[in-house]
Nanobody, 123 residues
Framework: QVQLVESGGGLVQAGDSLRLSCAAS????????MGWFRQAPGKEREFVAT????????YYAESVKGRFTISRDNAKNTGYLQMNSLKPEDTAVYYC????????????????WGQGTQVTVSS
């Protein structure tokens, strides 16, 4: 199993940046894909970005492409989501997730989830 803890959320203004972190523990010696999802009030959880174990493959939702960057540091068992040019519509709870499957963009493909961190972007 992999345990995940997100941090770095907060309240920012439109146009600002934030970097979310996801610290992993447990069975981190095995290769796992890491993903970020978000859920806004009254909406379903949606895919944001994912990165392979090696970091060589990344995928983004169209809504964040060019503004968000996913990365990871396996030596620190930590993943990151750098969010630039934030918009009010980015407001949501952001979740980190992990799976031993290959890179995946659906929430059902992920087995392990963090508790989430709130990101609020004011206009």
């Amino acid at each position: 199993q992999v345990q995940l803890v997100e941090s770095g959320g907060g309240l920012v203004q439109a146009g600002d940046s934030l970097r979310l972190s996801c610290a992993a523990s447990g069975r981190t010696s095995s290769s796992y894909t890491m993903g970020w999802f978000r859920q806004a009030p009254g909406k379903e959880r949606e895919f944001v970005a994912t990165i392979s174990w090696s970091g060589g493959s990344t995928y983004y939702a169209e809504s964040v492409k060019g503004r968000f960057t996913i990365s990871r540091d396996n030596a620190k068992n930590t993943g990151y989501l750098q969010m630039n040019s934030l918009k009010p519509e980015d407001t949501a709870v952001y979740y980190c997730a992990a799976t031993y499957r290959v890179v995946a963009t659906t929430s059902s493909s992920y087995d392990y989830w963090g508790q989430g961190t709130q990101v609020t972007v004011s206009s």
